[in-house]
């Protein structure tokens, strides 16, 4: 007889016959530069707290003081009784941040992006989606019922060709669908290009901008911002889980007129709960920070090129760019044992890194994904730096 059991004991088997079973290390300290596990003491460098705001104590207090005025739960969908005014506000101040007319908020990014392809194309439609784009963007599309065209990562001859597929089968919108940063290389889309094929063909660009809000650009507005097209993207979407605090929640900004319909037929929006007060509060508090302080994006990008130049000196292979996600490659066919050796040896020494390898990067393409934080200290970013040769020396010495 056939027993669920047995199958998924087998499946899970597979996983880790694979080495591809993900071991959750549990931290007993709050999210910070520094934390703490079982194991002792770490610093952390793989964390998405690019601003350093995820234990800040002006945000804390703010979700603090929010559990006191505003209760812990909101136990309603945002249209049955669910909307403070802290959430209006959290929407106004979002939409204004990234250059948008309007926002929505949703319980997450995944949400926001599950919930929006469905309502705004239908099957006279069309989507335009880069390769490498969130999986969160692949399911939302897959909800649509709208033509589906796929482009290479970042290659603007092949979305040309996409677009004039997509206006030869006759769409009556099209979209061309990016996320602003490609999280394993750390790569910056090409909006700038983008916008311009875009406008050519009278298509709408959407950008999920997670990896970027709060701290890409010079006012961290996002990806748009660092390429000049701030006022030339229609939908931007993001994430509070981040940059901005690093708590959950996300949101859809764009015209008016989409946000409007979203609160009307969104399904993730109208039949999930609201965002908890206290991380509404302290998600404002942290747009705050973001909006008017430069102090912590300057300590990112300080951070960012002391490491690239420290590794570089020190004979590491870095895939180029500027972003705070810096990929430390380690190619050829024993990459990626070598990476995940190098990876437990710098864990041993108090530094915590996470190795990547097929299938979540390109065969031969192994890697080291380091993420720095405004959090860091510059002993923090030459400490990392030290590991990385000592655990280079211990695991070469090995083989
Ligand atoms: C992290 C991420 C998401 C998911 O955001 P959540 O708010 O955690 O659901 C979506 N898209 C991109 C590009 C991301 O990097």
Redesign the pocket.
């Known amino acids: 007889m056939y027993d669920i059991k047995d199958d998924l004991a087998a499946t899970l088997a597979e996983i880790e016959d694979a080495g591809l079973t993900k071991h959750e290390r549990e931290l007993t300290s709050p999210q910070s530069s520094h934390v703490r596990t079982k194991q002792g003491e770490a610093l952390n460098f793989c964390a998405?707290n690019y601003l350093g705001l995820a234990d800040h104590p002006e945000i804390v207090a703010a979700a603090t003081d929010a559990l006191q005025q505003w209760g812990f739960g909101m136990a309603s969908v945002r249209f049955i009784c669910g909307t403070q005014s802290q959430h209006a506000e959290l929407e106004r101040r979002i939409a204004d941040f990234v250059g948008q007319e309007a926002a929505i908020l949703y319980s997450?990014?995944?949400?926001a992006?599950g919930g929006t392809f469905e309502v705004l194309f239908d099957a006279q439609d069309a989507i335009i989606s880069d390769a490498l784009n969130?999986a969160?963007?692949i399911d939302g599309i897959r909800l649509s019922k709208a033509k589906r065209y796929r482009y290479q990562n970042a290659d603007m001859a092949d979305l040309r060709t996409q677009l004039e597929a997509a206006r030869e089968a006759g769409a009556r919108r099209t979209v061309v669908v990016t996320?602003g940063v490609f999280?394993m290389d750390g790569y910056y889309a090409p909006l700038d290009e983008i916008c311009d094929l875009a406008e050519e063909f009278g298509a709408l660009v959407m950008v999920?901008d997670?990896?970027a809000v709060g701290f890409v650009g010079d006012g961290g507005r996002g990806t748009h911002e660092l390429k000049g097209v701030l006022d030339r993207v229609d939908i931007v979407t993001g994430?509070?889980?981040?940059a901005l605090g690093g708590a959950?929640?996300?949101y859809v900004a764009a015209h008016r007129e989409i946000v409007d319909l979203l609160r009307q037929r969104s399904r993730p929006y109208l039949f999930s709960n609201a965002v908890a007060p206290s991380v509404v509060a302290g998600s404002l508090k942290a747009l705050e920070l973001a909006a008017t302080s430069t102090d912590q994006r300057e300590a990112l990008r300080r951070n960012t090129s002391l490491f690239r130049e420290l590794m570089t000196e020190a004979g590491f292979e870095l895939l180029p760019g500027g972003h705070p996600i810096v990929p430390v490659m380690f190619p050829g066919e024993d990459g990626a044992r070598t990476a995940a050796q190098v990876a437990d040896a710098m864990l041993e020494r108090g530094v915590y890194v996470i190795a990547f390898s097929y299938p979540v990067v390109p065969q031969g393409k192994a890697r080291i994904r380091v993420q720095l934080s405004a959090a860091h200290s510059e002993d923090d970013v030459r400490t990392c730096v030290q590991a990385f040769v000592d655990a280079r020396d211990e695991v070469t010495a090995g083989s």
């Open positions: 998405n997450s990014c995944f949400d992006n969130h969160s963007l996320d999280s999920d997670s990896h994430t509070l889980g981040k959950s929640g996300g």
